[in-house]
């Protein structure tokens, strides 16, 4: 029900534009958050928008770099990766909250997971 894509390999510096895809429910008034684990390490908070799409939410280590939003149709979220480090390495999973939890980082707030993109950033 959701799905990830545009990720890729990437040099220091570079962008990517990645894109979650939702069908099968009605997902433009659900909360949508980005996640991302590293080799080794456990999942972490990228950012998030909320249902109406009103209010953004991001990791201090993202903010400024990434943007994250919704497209015209509502049921696809994008996160634009802009200034990438090699720190960015990961897969990154898409999630969506349908019931309005507010609790943007804690990734067990999010019902619904896409199969994850995986990111590579080389220095």
């Known amino acids: 029900q959701l799905q990830a894509s545009g990720g890729g390999l990437v040099q220091a510096g570079g962008s990517l534009r990645l894109s979650c895809a939702a069908s099968?429910?009605?997902?433009?008034?659900?909360?949508m958050g980005w996640f991302r684990q590293a080799p080794g390490k456990e999942r972490e908070f990228v950012a998030a928008i909320s249902g109406t799409g009103g209010s953004t939410y991001y990791a201090d280590s993202v903010k400024g770099r990434f943007t994250i939003s919704r497209g015209n149709a509502k049921n696809t979220v994008y996160l634009q990766m802009n200034s990438l480090k090699p720190e960015d390495t990961a897969v990154y999973y898409c999630?969506?909250?349908?019931?309005?939890?507010?609790?943007?980082?804690?990734?067990?707030?999010?019902?619904?997971w896409g199969q994850g993109t995986q990111v590579t950033v080389s220095s």
């Open positions: 999630a969506a909250d349908p019931y309005g939890r507010r609790r943007y980082e804690d990734d067990k707030a999010y019902e619904y």
């Open positions: 099968g429910r009605t997902f433009s008034t659900y909360a």
